[in-house]
């Protein structure tokens, strides 16, 4: 996935390789929303996604084969989740959200311990 810092690197590139004399102070805001709105709704590639994916199941087959109980049931619909490990629940994924942002969550829950606390 880019980083913000690439999108916005990537926005001032194309503008300054249009405009060759420009300098930073001529830069229009409307570049910097660009990339404020590319990165807020960035979608993993593909091959991310499957690497993602992966280290989702990975960590899947690992919790099983420590024997712990691993459990996903319905959460608040649309592409969300929630998952249990040995009685302690958390939530995967936002209403609304695309499933790329579902994978991510998931990711992050299980092999970044980002997200939500586990109760």
Same mark, same amino acid.
């Given at each position: 996935?880019?980083?913000?810092?690439?999108?916005?690197?990537?926005?001032?590139?194309?503008?300054?390789d249009?405009?060759?004399?420009?300098r930073?102070?001529?830069?229009?805001?409307?570049?910097?929303?660009?990339?404020?709105?590319?990165?807020?709704?960035?979608?993993?590639?593909?091959?991310?996604?499957?690497?993602?994916?992966?280290?989702?199941?990975? @960590?899947?087959?690992?919790?099983?084969?420590? +024997?712990?109980? #691993?459990?996903?049931?319905? =959460?608040?619909?649309d592409? &969300? %989740?929630?998952?249990?490990?040995?009685? @302690?629940?958390?939530?995967?994924?936002?209403? +609304?959200?695309? #499933?790329?942002?579902?994978? =991510?969550?998931?990711?992050? &829950? %299980?092999?970044?311990?980002?997200?939500?606390?586990?109760?």
């Amino acid at each position: 996935m880019k980083t913000k810092e690439e999108i916005l690197n990537n926005k001032l590139s194309t503008f300054f390789d249009k405009n060759k004399t420009a300098r930073f102070d001529d830069v229009p805001h409307s570049v910097f929303y660009e990339a404020m709105e590319e990165y807020a709704n960035h979608k993993t590639t593909p091959v991310e996604n499957r690497v993602s994916l992966r280290a989702v199941f990975e @960590k899947i087959v690992n919790i099983v084969n420590e +024997g712990k109980r #691993f459990v996903v049931t319905q =959460d608040f619909g649309d592409n &969300t %989740l929630t998952i249990e490990i040995d009685g @302690k629940h958390t939530h995967c994924g936002s209403p +609304g959200g695309t #499933f790329e942002q579902l994978i =991510d969550s998931l990711d992050d &829950t %299980l092999n970044k311990q980002k997200g939500l606390s586990w109760r």
